[in-house]
Structure formats: structure tokens, C-alpha cells
């Protein structure tokens, strides 16, 4: 697989405060060095697991090297529309042992049960 490079750039210099160019997530300069990419829409999910080489139902994803970790303290809101994970429950995506990228747990339920943010665009528009 081809790790992606992450790169960033100054959202205010002076303050130290940084956004990724890849997810887009907003950091202080010190958060950088440990910085996973989160996944905010089902698209990028569906990106991601192709470019783990995952089957599609994710069957076996060990075979491909893949691992999860669960981390955080609350099992509370899905993150919608984006921003930071914060201390809600969050699942790190890893192969061969390195982080891919992170996903709030709740959003991955609700991805699981059918939500697709594009229906709830098409709702409101
Ligand atoms: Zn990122």
C-alpha cells in the first residue's frame, strides 16, 4: 500500500495552529508529530478500505494486515459534519501496525445501519 504524505499548513502561524491537507482537521503545531487522518464521510470511508485492499463486507481484514484499536471515553455524538473527535469513542484503523486513519465510533454505526450523508443533503436541499 502507499502511505499517503501527510502534509499541513498554517492556519495562524503565530498561534501555532495548523490544518491538515489530507482530512482537513485543525491542530496546534505540538499534535502534528502524532496527527491520524479522520474519516468524516461514508466516500472517504469506502476510499480507505480500497486502499487497504479490504474485502468489501470486510471479511478477514487481519489477512490484509489490518487491525483496529478502540479509543476514547464517550460513546456520544457521530461527528457530522466534521471538526474534532474530541473524547468521544473513536476507532484507529491500523496496517502493519501503523495508523491509516480514525473514525468516530457512533459514525461508523450509523454508517453500518444505512445513514448516507448524501440522503440527508438531497433531504434538506
Ligand atoms: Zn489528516
Not at 36 to 60: F, M, N, P, S
Not at 73 to 85: E, P
Request: hydrophobic share 40%.
Amino acid at each position: 500500500m502507499k502511505k499517503k504524505t501527510i502534509k499541513f499548513f498554517a492556519v495562524d502561524s503565530k498561534a501555532d495552529i495548523w490544518r491538515c491537507t489530507i482530512c482537513n482537521l485543525q491542530m496546534y503545531g505540538s499534535s502534528k508529530a502524532t496527527h491520524i487522518c479522520a474519516v468524516y464521510t461514508l466516500a472517504e470511508l469506502k476510499k480507505y478500505a480500497k486502499q487497504l485492499g479490504v474485502r468489501g463486507d470486510w471479511h478477514e481484514p487481519d489477512e490484509q494486515s489490518v487491525t483496529a484499536v478502540v479509543k476514547g471515553k464517550t460513546f456520544d455524538n457521530a461527528n457530522l459534519s466534521g471538526g474534532n473527535i474530541g473524547g468521544e469513542k473513536f476507532v484507529i484503523i491500523k496496517q502493519n501496525g501503523k495508523p491509516v486513519f480514525k473514525i468516530n465510533l457512533a459514525m461508523l454505526f450509523a454508517y453500518a445501519t444505512g445513514y448516507d450523508e448524501e440522503m440527508l443533503v438531497r433531504k434538506v436541499a
